[in-house]
């Protein structure tokens, strides 16, 4: 087994890039993720693997900076709390256009604006539908545990170099706040630029190889039919994601009259919701989406023929409740979609979830 | 088993770290834990607290609305936290500074001089492991052995000459309780 911790979320996320051997970090402080930098810095992790960790002087300068290293075919990421990847939009854009993997880490907290430090889910449609402009699209995983913060940093760039394509990890102060048990993963030597180019191909401006062509990394391009065919390549590339990245998970499902749906934290809270409405007698179970993009269409649209409805949970004024209409409806189905969620850093407590499906779904 | 603790007060007088070395003791003894901080603006004199969640399986909310224990260490918490106590829980609280003392009749209260007791024993920074100790003798839910352990793994090194002085005042805290009132359960 590997190394047992108790640890912040945040604390996790920094451990967790040193032993994936992520060559570098590029940020600048907010609340409520300040503990990933400051975590990064403590560990000096410079003399331990080569990482370099650098404050930059904005979240517009960190972004570009993961873009340039990135560039190099370079393992980097950033971490930032929502206001914070509001100004990171536009690099995020451009990463995505020059189809470059990276890892993003977004502890949300309540918006809009500046809005408050306490925990929120309020970015769900930055995150999934845009955030940046141009037809682009986040690989997006939510942990709702400290474990799936340390498990999720390594997956999160596999998932990004597989598909040459930004990946997110969308959790929020909450989790990043929070100590629980955690096992570390092992050490995995950072990778030279041969051991990239041979595992994921040579688009690396990595040192230009008497073989191939230069490589130019770009999002510009003037002609507008290949700028379509570009557009077309990443369309077929997200539909790839769809086929083959939806990851997510059940609990008592299977008799289940009432389904919450509920990601990260929320669904801890439902988790808990889910005992106590079986307690008393209902049959509720829940969906817990990991991948928030691709989304786990499917699944939903197996249930919605079965079910007598769903009740998506969420810290914002339901966003998500939109995906699950959609694929609750895909087979036609009329079952009722309700939303139930607090906002401004409130928390809803297992109790109010299981209120809101009395009023909302079973006495409606 | 499953123990659900609040623990409130001001910033400074040790409520996180408090709770930090209780969840340590519950991973000595292969439990799960969970450790949830109000974060942010609280800072030395203001108020902080932590939920602390101690179990034998796997938790699900981290967050929480009522408790079975908690432990208040000024006013603000009390208004805040009394009716958050379970019925037949236990609500453990220090005296000192507390102007409306808790009046529920359905909940087991304990109380101890925290503040006098760390004065006494000539340390005032002793404070959070005196109220931990009698939040101890009124629930056994860690073994003293896990509680040095988790002592241990939360304070750096360079503190460990400490462990003792700490480990005094956590039994000066399980001798000094008091009960005020006890419900059966």
Redesign the interface.
Known sequence: MGD?R?MKGNEVIAEAAIRCGCDGYFGYPI??QSEVMETLMAREPWDETGMVVLQAESEVASINMVYGAAGSGKKVMTSSSSPGISLMAEGISYIAGAELPCLIVNVQRGGPGLGT??PSQADYFQSTKGGGHGDYRLIVLAPSSVQEMNDFVDLGFELAYKYRNPAMILTD??IG?????VVLSEYKPRMTSEEINDKYGSWATNGKKPNRDYNIITSLEMDSAKMESNNLRFQEKYKQMEEEEVRYETFQCDDAEYILVAFG?SA??????V?LARAKGLKVGLLRPITLYPFPKKPIAELAKKVKGFLTVEMNAGQMVEDVQLAAGCGNSSVPVKYFGRMGGI?P????VVEALEQKLIEA | MTEEIIIAGFGGQGVLSMG?IL??SG?MQDQ??????S???EMRGGTANVSVIISDTR???????EFDTAIILNQQSMDKFEKTVKPGGVLLYDPNGIVNPPTRTDINIYKIEGTKIAADLGNVKTFNMVVLGAYLKAKPIVKMESIRKGLE?SLPERHHKLIPLNLEAIEAGQEKLEAVNEVSV
């Not at chain 1, 407590?349 to 109010?352: R, V």
């Not at chain 2, 799960?32 to 901080?37: A, L, R, S």
């Open positions: 047992l108790l609340t409520p430090i306490q102060g909450a706040q929070m100590m629980e048990k934290s801890r809270i439902c988790q808990k919701s005992d928390i407590t297992p109790g109010e | 930090k969840a340590y991973v799960e834990v969970t450790w949830f901080p974060y942010g603006p938790i699900s909310s981290p967050i929480l609305h793994k």
